[in-house]
């Protein structure tokens, strides 16, 4: 069981060059989350996916894309990198609206120069 | 507007000391409060939720609606306490969390 897995790890792109953040969780969750954490911000939510084949806008979703590929997966798209972008990529799941514990990823550290 | 506030960047204690991380919130609704810690080299994690009303590693928090807190307390700091804290606020359906900003606890020696 390894929960939440993101990849990749690390990524430096240039500016205008696009990537796909890549997010899985083997928990059977069903509500998965993209954040990013900038110093002294916290976590910002980009967006969000409630169930399967639903994804929502959330505090800072502008340069952002995701897909809720199956109930497993959710990635997060760069369409045009921004150095503004930088920042440590988190993603994160739950189990259920009882509880609303979220397990995250180990996160992605992107630079974009 | 919703928000999370934790006025602290930086918390330094000895070992021993008692310790406590603020946590204030704005949000008009009954809201779902929680700390979550991540330790060195290590994931977010949940630390604690105010609905449970539970003690994990010796912490608890307690909520105080008329002041719109939720601090953090531990009366016996130990040096593995020291990692990053953030405190977060979900929304009724439990969707949308937003976090603090965090704070850095030290427990010196």
């Known amino acids: 069981n390894a929960g939440v897995t993101q990849t990749p790890k690390f990524q430096v792109l240039k500016t205008g060059q696009s990537m796909t953040l890549q997010c899985a969780q083997d928990?059977?969750?069903?509500?998965m989350y993209w954040y990013r954490q900038d110093p002294g911000m916290g976590l910002r939510l980009i967006y969000y996916?409630?169930?399967?084949?639903?994804?929502d806008k959330g505090e800072v979703p502008n340069g952002y894309n995701v897909s809720r590929l199956n109930k497993r997966e959710f990635s997060l798209r760069l369409e045009s990198a921004a150095p503004s972008q930088t920042s440590v990529y988190f993603c994160?799941?739950?189990?259920?609206?009882?509880?609303?514990?979220?397990?995250f990823g180990p996160g992605t550290r992107l630079t974009v120069t | 507007a919703q928000r999370v506030t934790q006025p602290e960047k930086l918390l330094s204690v000895f070992k021993g000391a008692p310790v406590e991380l603020k946590c204030n919130y704005s949000?008009?609704?009954?809201?779902?409060l929680f700390w979550y810690v991540q330790y060195s080299r290590q994931r977010l994690q949940l630390l604690l939720r105010?609905?449970s009303r539970e003690s994990i590693k010796g912490f608890t928090a307690d909520l105080n609606k008329g002041e719109t807190s939720f601090h953090l307390k531990k009366p016996f700091a130990q040096e593995e306490d020291s990692a990053m804290y953030y405190c977060?606020?979900?929304?009724?359906?439990?969707?949308?969390?937003?976090f603090g900003a965090g704070t850095r606890l030290f427990v010196k020696a």
């Open positions: 994160a799941s739950t189990s259920d609206r009882t509880t609303y514990e979220q397990y």
């Open positions: 928990m059977n969750h069903n509500s």
């Open positions: 996916s409630a169930s399967e084949g639903t994804t």
């Open positions: 949000y008009s609704g009954s809201p779902e």
């Open positions: 105010h609905i």
């Open positions: 977060a606020l979900s929304d009724a359906g439990g969707f949308k969390t937003i």
